[in-house]
């Protein structure tokens, strides 16, 4: 087995795809640095498995993927395949060839696939498990692993060893073994806390059950004794109830007699009230008409008191202002007289101002016109400097040129000849390459075309695929948010349906006579079913149909008495229990009676249970009698309303449940149907059926809308790859082009620069030659004159730097002065400011009391116009008030006749009404003996119903059920006293569990079952406990001997590679062998023994080297990749070591990084990494042959 082939896109430098086949022997990977070679051993070690991204020497794992250059965008995906050639079957895989490809996404998904097949990074380690091939191997060893065997840390090596000695699935497996282990420990906690919990619970279920048992024998006969009081007291409160209503026909007769004659009187009397009704309202109208004129005269005597007070007001408010006035006055003289003297402060301080200005200007420009001509003789004396210095450094240089100018007119001409002969070559050289890069060119024009046009339809075709794949991914959530909801509401619905075939919810007898009857068709025939699976009920009224049915929900209505008999003869036959039956031919209506139906009307928010269900006509008597004298209402304020008004002769239910019974027993609270309603369930069960029905059809829009895009997204993706393909082999090409029209450009360029420097070069020298005899001429003259300038220019400066020091001491006493001037001017300013404030706030004061002035003048003419009209107002409202006080007397008069007009009506009425209510009075007398008599039926109805409701609440028997068991019973027999007797006996039993007969026998056949668990659990402990052993003992064997080979190989390989010396392999004392260090120890030529930590760097680096070889000496691994690990070693040394990779590729195939002559020299192929592209790697191979050997080695 050995690699055969790696393939690398988008992993951190090799943007491009690029594939690499290798053959069994010695491959060197060589580059320049920061080429990316080392990015192959990271690529393989990446493709195997590796999760640290620090091994991978990046900072997080998004960096495997190339990140994008100045000219090139980022990718969005990294893809290594690793390709081995399995002909010999040493992977446990039936291929001949095994790829294993790693893949992952920016957005941080990474995926594995194994022959192209998806599979999980746990399946590849296990397939190279104890072969040297993966993370924890030996098959990829870089500076990172040296560091590892180096590592001062003993117990870091051990990885390397166990891989070697081919323990790593023993210890893997001990693992899974040992986590088995574990939980087989833990079960078994919990079984035996289990086991106890179930034993602590057997014994006093035992108790409970026996006593449960009792119970439910003292309860039959408590059944039957109490069952037969009920019925003869419902026989008795019978009796009662027809003589009560005879009484009430003969007192409502006298009553109707009575009502006759009231009628009469009261007829009368209305004419009376008419009368007085006509007088009433004449006396209101003339009231009325009197007290209106008296408010007119209450209002006319207010408006001439407030007038008056307004005048007051007016008069006091004049004299105010006329006071404020003469204030006003006042202080605009005083600030006038104030403003006058600030103003003359001022203008004498803007005259010292002036003055002061003037100075200061003179001695500023006095002072600027010394500073300039003090800076013109500086600059000077500085440019005097500067030519004496400059002169000098000329009069070297000229003699330097004297020296020079022979030699340089002797080599000219010689250069001259030599140009001229090189011009007419590379002319000639310019004409060839032209017609070679034109022609280079044209190719290039033409594959940057087809590239660009590729790359449009490529980047459509991406887009377009984004889009569908967006689309496809809301149209696949979607539809698994439908398949999950049509899911769960199917499966909600089967619930409901199996509660339904099972009958849950209804009584145990009524389950049992119902599946008897499924199971039985002869039994069912002439059973129409429960009562809840006959009718239909208006949404929302569910809670209250089933409360007002109660117990009746689940009566089963029959063909006939006949039909109904012989199912009680097979529930007493069969011990099944007892249930309500309704034969069609026995069951009567109930109705409402007019006057009740008239109520009814009258009421709001009232119905008729039986209007809220629907039903075939079938059963019309059924739900007559169950239904008929039912209402249902919103609450119990309204039922409470109805009850009154109909006298508590209905049973009314509220939506919610709560129940206003006959007679006015109220029940309510918490409702049990609210989550166990049979006719919530059937609305539920409807409900879910059409919802699944919209789901399904929706899943099937999005099923056909999914499909499509998957189909589209399919085809474009088979194009793109077509393009993708198209698109590198252009690339291929376009970059040999550009890289050739280069290099043509370069070489005409180079050439256009020779010429050009050719021509300038003759050019210069022709005329260098002219003029170099005429120059030396010059020369030492020059020379003299520049001695004899810089000698006068040195007196001159001398006399300058004097007249400079004499002007510098005039300055600073003009500048002295111009302080002490300005200091005055800021101090004057400062005062002027502060007086130029005063005389705003003065004018501001001035201003406001022009404007206070005219304000207080315009109020008192205000005043004076509202004073005359005030007088006028006054005059008028007096005048007014003499007119109403005469129309009020004569009103007064006209009151007191009708008043006592109406007075003799009034006695001739109460005359008429003391006669009605005599006759009332009687009526009354009447009524309350109809009322009392109708309050004792109605109670001995409620007395009935109780006897009724306890009978079904406590035994669901009806009355007609319980005359069927009704037994005769001796009339010496003290019932009540038995009956006493019998809830003793029941009560001194105390709390019962009734459901401890069953849960008795749950507990005690789970005890036996989870004790028989126990059992197997602590066999297949001990089970476990015994492989682990086994297998440590085998690791322990295996590791012990395949670690003296490694030791053994080890110092043996030390000896060759440094030519002498001696190394060992040390177990650290520990008991445990596979988890103890192991301790290098190394003796270089002519050194003493000694450990690691204590050689210098190239010889830790040769011996990490010696232990890897022997170790895979003991075991070799199929391939090995070394990246520069050889790095550290001189020349010698890496000859050494190449030498002995050699000797060691007939048993492994090696990739080597390296950038070592040695190594290359023994490797049988080569791979170049360069980046002709900046930041984008790539590969260029070649075989080596003896001459390129050669060339590598000089």
């Not at 996404?105 to 590849?124: A, P, T, V």
């Not at 039994?523 to 109660?550: F, M, P, R, W």
């Not at 919610?656 to 049979?678: E, K, Q």
């Not at 360069?1170 to 003896?1186: A, H, P, Q, R, Y």
Request: aromatic fraction near 4%; hydrophobic fraction near 35%; charge should be negative.
């Amino acid at each position: 087995m050995y690699l055969k082939r790696l393939e690398v896109y988008g992993f951190k430098s090799f943007a491009n795809k690029t594939e690499m086949s290798f053959e069994e022997g010695v491959t060197a990977v060589v580059g320049p640095n920061g080429s990316g070679k080392s990015n192959i051993s990271d690529a393989i070690k990446w493709v195997l498995g590796e999760q640290s991204v620090k091994s991978l020497r990046g900072s997080k794992m998004e960096d495997v993927i190339f990140s994008g250059t100045s000219s090139r965008k980022p990718l969005g995906i990294a893809e290594v395949s690793l390709t081995l050639d399995n002909s010999s079957q040493a992977l446990p895989v039936a291929y001949e060839e095994v790829t294993i490809t790693r893949r992952m996404y920016r957005s941080g998904e990474s995926e594995y696939y194994l022959n192209k097949s998806s599979c999980r990074l746990k399946d590849i380690r296990e397939l190279f498990m104890d072969t040297g091939i993966g993370k924890e191997g030996y098959s990829v060893i870089g500076q990172g692993k040296i560091d590892e065997i180096l590592s001062s840390k003993s117990e870091d090596r051990r990885q390397l060893f166990e891989e070697a000695a081919g323990i790593v699935k023993y210890k893997h497996r001990k693992h899974e073994a040992q986590k088995k282990l574990d939980n087989t420990k833990d079960n078994l906690t919990r079984l035996t806390d289990i086991l106890q919990e179930l034993q602590n619970q057997l014994e006093p279920l035992k108790n409970q059950s026996i006593k449960a048992k009792k119970y439910e024998e003292l309860k039959e006969a408590l059944l039957k004794l109490e069952v037969n009081l009920f019925i003869r007291e419902i026989d008795k409160t019978d009796i009662e109830l027809k003589q009560t209503h005879q009484q009430v026909e003969m007192l409502k007769k006298s009553l109707s007699l009575q009502t006759k004659e009231k009628d009469t009187h009261t007829s009368q009397l209305v004419e009376v009230q008419k009368k007085i009704d006509l007088r009433e309202d004449e006396v209101q109208m003339y009231q009325d008409e009197f007290y209106h004129t008296q408010n007119e005269v209450g209002k006319k005597e207010g408006h001439i008191n407030l007038n008056q007070e307004k005048l007051v007001h007016l008069a006091e408010n004049t004299g105010r202002l006329k006071g404020e006035i003469e204030e006003i006055h006042r202080n605009t003289v005083k600030n006038t007289e104030e403003l006058e003297a600030k103003l003359e402060i001022f203008n004498k301080m803007n005259t010292e101002t002036e003055g002061m200005k003037k100075d200061l200007e003179k001695k500023v420009s006095e002072y600027e016109k010394a500073v300039q001509l003090s800076l013109l003789k500086e600059e000077d004396m500085e440019n005097s400097k500067s030519y004496i210095i400059d002169a000098l450094n000329d009069i070297a240089d000229k003699k330097s040129e004297e020296n020079s100018f022979k030699t340089l007119m002797n080599t000219m001409q010689q250069r001259i000849e030599q140009v001229e002969q090189d011009e007419i070559d590379y002319k000639r050289k310019k004409e060839e390459g032209k017609e070679k890069a034109d022609a280079l060119e044209g190719k290039l024009r033409e594959i940057t075309n087809a590239l660009n046009h590729r790359n449009e339809e490529m980047n459509n075709g991406t887009a377009e695929k984004t889009k569908l794949e967006e689309k496809k991914s809301l149209a696949y959530k979607e539809l698994e948010r439908i398949k999950s909801e049509i899911n769960h509401k199917s499966s909600k619905k089967s619930i409901i349906e199996e509660m339904e075939k099972g009958h849950d919810g209804y009584n145990k007898s009524v389950k049992n006579i119902l599946r008897a009857c499924e199971k039985d068709l002869t039994l069912g025939e002439g059973i129409y079913g429960v009562v809840a699976n006959l009718l239909k009920v208006s949404k929302g009224y569910e809670i209250a149909v089933e409360t007002a049915l109660g117990p009746a929900i689940q009566n089963i209505v029959t063909r006939n008495e006949e039909d109904a008999k012989r199912l009680i003869r097979y529930l007493k036959k069969h011990n099944l229990g007892r249930v309500t039956l309704l034969p069609l031919t026995s069951i009567q209506k109930k109705h409402i009676s007019q006057e009740e139906l008239s109520i009814l009307k009258r009421l709001s928010n009232v119905e008729v249970a039986i209007d809220r269900i629907v039903f075939n006509s079938d059963f019309t008597n059924v739900f007559s009698s169950l239904l008929s004298r039912v209402l249902i209402v919103p609450n119990l304020n309204t039922a409470t309303e109805a009850a009154k008004a109909l006298q508590y002769r209905f049973k009314i239910v509220t939506i919610d449940g709560d129940v206003m019974n006959v007679g006015g027993a109220l029940t309510g609270g918490s409702s049990a149907f609210r989550g166990n309603s049979i006719l919530g369930r059937k609305r539920e069960l409807e409900e879910l059926t059409e919802s699944i029905a919209a789901l399904k059809k929706e899943e099937k829009d999005l099923q056909t809308k999914y499909d499509e895009c998957v189909e589209i997204i399919e085809g474009l993706d088979k194009r793109l790859k077509l393009l993708s393909k198209e698109h590198q082999e252009d690339q291929i090409q376009q970059a040999t082009l550009k890289s050739k029209v280069q290099q043509a450009q370069e070489e005409r360029k180079q050439i256009d620069g020779f010429i050009k420097q050719i021509e300038r070069e003759t050019t210069e020298l022709i005329a260098a030659k002219k003029t170099t005899s005429d120059q030396y001429a010059k020369v030492h003259q020059e020379i003299c004159e520049m001695e004899e300038k810089i000698s006068h220019t040195k007196h001159t400066l001398q006399d300058g730097e004097k007249e400079l020091l004499k002007e510098k001491q005039q300055r600073e006493m003009l500048n002295n002065e111009i302080t002490k001037i300005k200091i005055s001017l800021a101090s004057t300013k400062e005062q002027k400011k502060s007086i130029s404030q005063d005389i705003e706030k003065i004018q501001a004061a001035l201003k406001l009391n022009e404007i206070q002035l005219c304000e207080k003048e315009e109020e008192i003419a205000k005043n004076t116009k509202e004073d005359q009209y005030l007088q006028q107002q006054l005059n008028e409202n007096k005048i007014h008030l003499e007119t109403l006080q005469k129309n009020l007397e004569i009103l007064q008069k006209k009151l007191e006749e009708l008043k006592n007009d109406k007075q003799n009506l009034l006695e001739v009425q109460d005359q008429g009404r003391e006669t009605v209510s005599q006759i009332e009075a009687v009526i009354t007398d009447l009524n309350e003996s109809v009322y009392k008599l109708d309050m004792k039926s109605t109670r001995l109805e409620m007395q009935q119903q109780t006897f009724y409701n306890k009978l079904w609440e406590e035994y669901e028997l009806t009355y007609i059920n319980a005359k069927e068991i009704k037994q005769e019973i001796s009339e010496h027999l003290n019932i009540t006293k038995e009956i006493k007797m019998l809830k003793d006996e029941i009560k001194e039993l105390g709390p019962i569990n009734l459901q401890a007969i069953e849960a008795y026998e749950d507990v005690k056949e789970r005890h036996e079952f989870l004790g028989q668990q126990k059992d197997d659990l602590q066999k297949a402990r001990e089970a476990l406990v015994k492989v682990i052993k086994d297998m440590e003992d085998t690791m322990q064997k295996q590791f012990l001997e395949e670690f003296n080979k490694i030791k053994k190989n080890f110092n043996e390989v030390f000896v060759k590679l440094f030519g002498g010396g001696k190394a060992e392999l040390i177990l650290q004392e520990d008991k445990d062998l596979l988890n103890c260090g192991i301790e290098i120890i190394a003796q270089p030529p002519g050194k003493k023994l000694q450990s690691l930590s204590l050689l210098s760097g190239g010889e830790r680096a040769l011996t990490a080297i010696a232990l890897l070889f022997g170790i895979l000496l003991v075991k070799p691994t199929p391939f090995c990749v070394l990246d520069e690990i050889e790095a550290a070693l001189d020349d010698a040394n890496v000859n050494r070591f190449a030498k002995f990779l050699q000797d060691l590729s007939h048993h492994t195939q090696f990739i080597v990084v390296t950038h070592r002559k040695g190594t290359m020299e023994n490797a049988g192929a080569l791979y170049g990494v360069t980046m002709e592209e900046e930041g984008i790697s790539k590969i260029v191979s070649v075989k080596l042959t003896d001459e390129i050997k050669k060339e590598i080695a000089s």
